[in-house]
């Protein structure tokens, strides 16, 4: 019987080994139960004996601290609260002060909820090049309730994106500056990214495209700028292309992956895509037939683009339970906003305001190195389900 015991615990640790991601509430707690995983991250958890290894240190601790929560809605079931209102009712959590009142980027002034709100507005009114509803039909099909996205059902019949007029918009320089860049990454983990000259200066030209050369990439500096944040163009630049573009290793030590791959053309890891929250990245391979859209769990109150989607799809036979995107938006606006919320909510709720409407956008520090004087990487960001 022991060597039994003994063998179905080996059995079970490679399994654990194997599954990856499956077995850890990273980036889960709170969600609906999901039968895809092999453990759950829910309050339901406790009473059905299902919750993963980590659930206590990752997931009950997170419900007394703050992190990521600042300026969530009142939930009576959260031990403590924060949002504005909880200091009048003296039920805040214990770092709500540290993380939420006086939050602000990373050097400079004290950057508040409201200025960001006023410029992310400001940046939606420039966007001069976002898709036009005559240049771009989506065709949205199926929604899905949020229990739903993980049942990898193709409920969609037809492509997501319909129509797009790519020899307006691809012909612009911001457009042809991301078309160069997104095909020189290899999607898989653990494999090392060589980077050619050729392919090094594409980065380059993609960010002197994008903020240096758009009004709204030079609005975006002039607001860091003058909140003391970077002392010159150059520096916001070079921080910018570090912060973005710099190589680390997400698996078996190797220099597989930056957070320009992971957000904007997208990875596989464990057997499942990873990141992956750019709209045109997935008309791309739509088109090619490399990309199978199932459905969408979230669409956002906008009646025009940019709109903000969380998709269901799947990536040349790798699934992707919501892969949330900003639609139609030019890709100086898509860099610009995940930029302002990582330069100034790093690892935090960034709260934005679009055409009146709120979208609030969760950015992830890449912890495991760093650049400069210890400055973080991007780890990983995307637009979360819109408020109305």
Same mark, same amino acid.
């Given at each position: ?10 059995? !079970? ?5 194997? *599954?990856?991601?499956? %077995?850890? #509430?990273?980036?889960?707690? $709170?969600? /609906?139960? =999901? ?51 909880? !200091? ?5 959590? *214990?770092?709500?002060? %540290?993380? #939420?009142?006086?939050?602000? $980027?990373? /050097?400079? =002034? ?279």
């Amino acid at each position: 019987m022991k060597v039994v015991a003994f063998l179905a615990l080996l059995v !079970t640790l490679f399994h654990q080994g194997y *599954s990856n991601s499956l %077995d850890s #509430c990273e980036g889960r707690c $709170g969600y /609906g139960t =999901d039968n895809n995983f092999s453990c759950q991250c829910n309050p339901s958890c406790e009473r059905f004996r299902d919750c993963c290894s980590d659930y206590t240190e990752l997931c009950k601790a997170e419900a007394t601290s703050c992190k990521g929560r600042c300026d969530e809605k009142y939930d009576h079931d959260n031990k403590c609260h924060c949002n504005s209102k909880c !200091t009048q009712y003296n039920n805040c959590c *214990s770092d709500y002060k %540290d993380l #939420c009142d006086s939050d602000g $980027g990373g /050097g400079g =002034d004290v950057i508040t909820d409201a200025e960001i709100k006023s410029l992310s507005e400001t940046l939606y009114a420039l966007d001069s090049n976002k898709a036009s509803a005559s240049q771009l039909i989506i065709d949205p099909q199926a929604l899905v309730h949020d229990s739903q996205t993980g049942s990898q059902s193709d409920l969609s019949s037809r492509l997501l994106f319909k129509y797009l007029d790519e020899q307006t918009l691809f012909s612009r320089p911001t457009y042809a500056a991301l078309l160069a860049v997104l095909d020189n990454y290899n999607r898989m983990t653990g494999q090392t990214e060589d980077m050619s000259s050729q392919q090094l200066a594409e980065q380059d030209t993609f960010v002197k495209e994008t903020m240096s050369n758009t009004e709204l990439g030079r609005e975006l500096f002039a607001f860091l700028y003058t909140k003391g944040v970077y002392a010159s163009e150059e520096d916001f630049i070079h921080d910018l292309k570090m912060m973005w573009f710099g190589l680390y290793s997400r698996n078996n030590n190797k220099m597989d992956s930056s957070g320009f791959e992971h957000i904007f053309a997208g990875e596989v890891k464990g057997g499942k895509v990873s990141g992956f929250h750019n709209w045109i990245q997935f008309y791309l391979l739509e088109k090619r037939g490399k990309l199978n859209y199932y459905s969408h769990s979230f669409n956002g109150p906008w009646t025009t683009y940019p709109d903000v989607l969380g998709m269901q799809f799947k990536w040349d036979g790798y699934y992707k339970q919501v892969g949330s995107a900003v639609i139609g938006c030019s890709p100086e606006f898509d860099f610009a906003l995940y930029s302002l919320c990582y330069i100034t909510r790093p690892g935090k709720q960034c709260r934005l305001s679009l055409g009146g409407k709120e979208l609030m956008i969760q950015t992830y520090t890449w912890d495991n190195s760093s650049y400069g004087d210890g400055k973080k990487f991007i780890g990983s960001a995307f637009p979360a389900t819109p408020r109305n």
